[in-house]
């Protein structure tokens, strides 16, 4: 490293380089990540346990109004596995693209006084939800080995993809409001009721199918996508829709050029505003 | 001839200030704006987009260069607003500059400030890896010098306890320890050393001093204490409003640094006295004497400033502090606590002068909010119709009196 030399230029425009410093600064993501979950377990009596009670509470009461009462179709599937697969992919997007959201803030602290590549915060907060996602996830096998479902090898290797997809959007949609939270506070008390809004328009508690023809309205949604497919893969309620997939990811990887465009706009004079 | 570790070459940066008050708006005001009066906003946007708005621009740092070889210490000297901090920032690649380029051949680390992204949650030896990692440091080298980096700070016993619970003390011995064991080419420091007693002041010099002298180490010092830059640097850099004065041996740089201090009237740059509330504008000199900033010994000293109330300050408290070169209080005043509306003020100041000769600092502050210090050097002459034959040492020249009789007991 004594090797290296450092060039500031008045403006710098996103690089290739970019990318390979965030890796030179794994560590440091490492460390934000960790700080995150350390932080926030620490002060609670039961720790860990929250990441699984607040998508299972969520899942019992959905289960009673929605599934028994309401009568929402499942696409024949228990209704609580099916809503618990729907909620899973949306807490995480939704956390993390709040959570994205409030890094150029939250961290304004240290990013006045030190340097390193900004997209590590953004990327850390994903890091974190990401841990709660799997954490919550061994809900969902307990769930799966009561109601005697079993993934198919094939269904079980498009997660992946949908957590890739899901990333995306998140952080995409996180940097850029990160980046207007800057300017306009107004973003963090906008921001929960516009979630809470887009969740209805998400088939987290209903299925895609309700919406008869409208449903090709819904697949702009890009989380309808993940959380359709998610069902398809763990579930077998329908077949893989792999053109749902494609437009989704198109869209998201589209949402994160944006998102980091916009971001890298703002981050280079941030300091100077706060 | 091997080159210069650090280039710095016609570096400028400018900011705009545009005159609204507060740092950040609110989109309901913007959007609120636009449906009250679209005219008017059509305009202001039109106007804004042809660049006619009243938009101030401001130049922090205006063409500046210099290089600095391997091993050398240099500090950086000049009054607030001079470029001092703007400088440290461009270098540590926290905000780029408008203008120019700079290159550095080596690892750089910055330390603008001790304890960036300390955790009051976390526990001494969580904060310590943490913070290590925050200054780029890697996981094993900080394992390395865990032990050191402990000792130094001297918190043994309190290593798992949350920092949250630290004295200031500790918590900044701890801070300054982790800082202290990076390793970089190249460090910047901005003054840091501000912070902890006096006597932590100390050890933290001592440190410096072994780094560089040790291990070759190239330091870029910023600070206020003359004192501190003295013993650390060879050579000097003074700024004065954003250009570089002079580059040349400390001791010289700190004289140019003391006369250029020194002027009658005291032009506060808009982008450091803009606070929420109000806006300090102008400091001015007035005993009546040819050279600015001089008084003699016992001559009350005279002071008059301007300041723009941009929003209704229910307590309004003024303070000045005067402080040695060495970096020690002489002594605080402060006005009573008054009401004030929005509007432009003169304050008139006039202390009472009970200081030996010398130059001291001038400080300002109002409330607990906002502080200004060394907005220009005070200097006290050794008059000539003196009483005593003698002067005291220290800062202060009190009354006294001494009967000497023979005991005749």
């Known amino acids: 490293m004594s090797s290296a030399i450092t060039v500031i230029r008045p403006k710098r425009l996103f690089h290739l380089r970019d990318l390979k410093e965030i890796w030179q600064y794994r560590e440091l993501l490492y460390f934000f990540t960790w700080r995150d979950l350390k932080v926030r377990y620490k002060q609670t009596a039961i720790g860990v346990a929250w990441a699984i009670l607040q998508p299972l509470m969520t899942m019992v009461v959905f289960s009673v109004f929605f599934g028994s009462l309401a009568k929402i179709p499942s696409d024949g599937v228990p209704y609580p596995i099916f809503v618990y697969v729907g909620l899973l992919f949306w807490q995480f997007f939704s956390s993390a693209l709040s959570d994205t959201s409030m890094t150029l803030i939250a961290n304004q602290a240290i990013i006045t006084k030190v340097y390193f590549p900004r997209l590590i915060l953004p990327i850390s907060s994903v890091m974190t939800k990401l841990v709660d996602f799997l954490i919550a996830s061994l809900i969902l096998i307990g769930l799966m080995a009561y109601y005697g479902y079993m993934p198919h090898l094939s269904g079980f290797l498009l997660i992946p993809l949908l957590l890739i997809i899901t990333f995306m959007a998140s952080v995409g949609g996180g940097l850029f409001l990160a980046a207007i939270n800057v300017k306009y506070r107004d973003i963090r008390y906008a921001l929960p009721f516009f979630i809470q809004i887009l969740m209805f328009v998400t088939p987290v508690i209903y299925p895609a199918s309700i919406a008869g023809k409208y449903s090709t309205i819904l697949a702009l949604n890009p989380m309808m996508g993940v959380i359709q497919n998610a069902r398809a893969a763990l579930l077998g309620t329908a077949p893989i829709n792999w053109t749902l997939i494609g437009i989704s990811f198109i869209a998201c990887l589209i949402l994160l050029l944006i998102g980091i465009y916009v971001f890298k706009k703002v981050e280079r004079y941030f300091a100077d505003i706060v | 001839m091997e080159k210069p570790i650090i280039e710095i070459k016609n570096i400028s940066k400018k900011y705009k200030i545009t005159h609204e008050r507060g740092g950040y708006i609110a989109l309901r005001d913007v959007l609120m704006n636009i449906v009250k009066k679209p005219f008017s906003y059509l305009k202001h946007k039109a106007k804004s987009v042809a660049g006619l708005t009243k938009k101030e621009d401001f130049w922090a740092l205006k063409d500046v260069s210099f290089s600095v070889n391997k091993g050398e210490v240099i500090g950086v000297i000049g009054r607030n607003g001079a470029g001092k901090s703007t400088l440290l920032k461009i270098l540590s690649q926290i905000t780029p500059p408008t203008e120019g380029e700079i290159i550095m051949r080596g690892t750089v680390g910055s330390l603008l400030e001790v304890g960036t992204g300390f955790h009051p949650e976390l526990t001494g030896r969580e904060n310590i890896f943490l913070n290590g990692a925050i200054l780029g440091m890697g996981r094993k080298e900080i394992a390395k010098k865990f032990d050191q980096i402990v000792e130094f700070a001297g918190i043994e016993k309190f290593l798992d306890t949350p920092v949250k619970y630290y004295s200031s003390g500790m918590y900044v011995r701890l801070a300054f320890s982790v800082a202290a064991h990076m390793e970089p080419d190249i460090l910047l420091v901005d003054e840091v050393l501000a912070v902890g007693d006096a006597e932590f002041q100390k050890k933290c010099l001592g440190k410096m001093e072994d780094i560089t002298k040790k291990e070759g180490r190239t330091i870029l010092f910023v600070s206020h204490n003359i004192g501190a830059i003295r013993q650390l640097c060879e050579k000097t850099l003074v700024l004065h409003n954003g250009s570089v004065v002079d580059f040349t041996d400390t001791e010289k740089a700190i004289d140019i640094y003391l006369s250029k201090t020194k002027s009658e009237k005291i032009i506060i740059p808009a982008q450091k006295a803009n606070h929420e509330e109000f806006r300090i504008k102008k400091i001015e000199f007035k005993n009546d004497s040819n050279k600015p900033w001089v008084v003699e010994c016992s001559e009350k000293i005279r002071m ?91 800062f202060i020249d009190i009354e006294s009196d001494f009967i000497i009789k023979k005991n005749n007991q």
């Not at chain 2, 502090?321 to 432009?344: A, F, M, P, Q, Y």
């Open chain 2, 304 to 394: 008059e400033v301007l300041i723009e109330i941009t929003e209704d300050m229910p307590i309004f408290r003024f303070g000045i502090g005067i402080t040695s070169l060495g970096g020690e209080r002489v002594c605080t005043v402060h006005s009573r606590e008054t009401n004030l509306d929005k509007g432009e003020y003169l304050v008139n100041i006039e202390l009472e002068n009970k200081l030996t000769p010398g130059r001291y600092e001038l400080g300002l502050g109002i409330l607990n909010r906002y502080n200004l210090p060394g907005f220009s050097i005070l200097e006290v002459e050794d008059n000539k119709n003196n009483k005593h034959e003698l002067f005291n040492h220290g």
